[in-house]
């Protein structure tokens, strides 16, 4: 048996609702089981962005197990975006997010080359959108 990927990552952050609502509008993110998160049954909020999944965690009460040190703003995360980078360019813009870096060159996953974006979430967690295409 081999490790074929990530199944989701876990974000840390201060305010929930803010960091729901930015991943929806910016990422078209689809919150999932939001009812149970709401009324205490599960212990974070869950987020599918494309095919992959974002556990998101309050700072103020981390679901256990966690990271030894769950710090808000600690996580750097890529997302490899579906159209030319100057799309992902646009839809930045369009939400009234600042872009931090780039267009810039950098490799994908999968040995493409592509170019990526670089920006911050509520926490200031770095999110970068990376396109192969074009």
């Given amino acids: 048996m081999t490790v074929r990927g990530l199944d989701h990552i876990a974000i840390t952050v201060v305010d929930v609702e803010q960091t729901l609502r930015f991943y929806a509008t910016v990422l078209g993110a689809t919150p999932l089981y939001e009812e149970l998160f709401r009324e205490g049954r599960i212990p974070v909020a869950l987020l599918q962005v494309g095919e992959s999944r974002i556990s ?79």
């Fill in 56 to 134: 998101v965690h309050p700072a103020a009460r981390p679901a256990a197990p966690h990271a030894e040190v769950p710090t808000s703003g600690s996580a750097d995360l890529c997302f490899r975006f579906d159209g030319p980078i100057e799309g992902a360019v646009a839809l930045l813009e369009r939400s009234g997010v600042a872009i931090e870096l780039g267009p810039v060159p950098r490799p994908a996953a999968d040995g493409q080359e592509g170019r990526s974006v670089y920006f911050r979430d509520p926490d200031q967690n770095l999110l970068e959108l990376l396109s192969t295409q074009g």
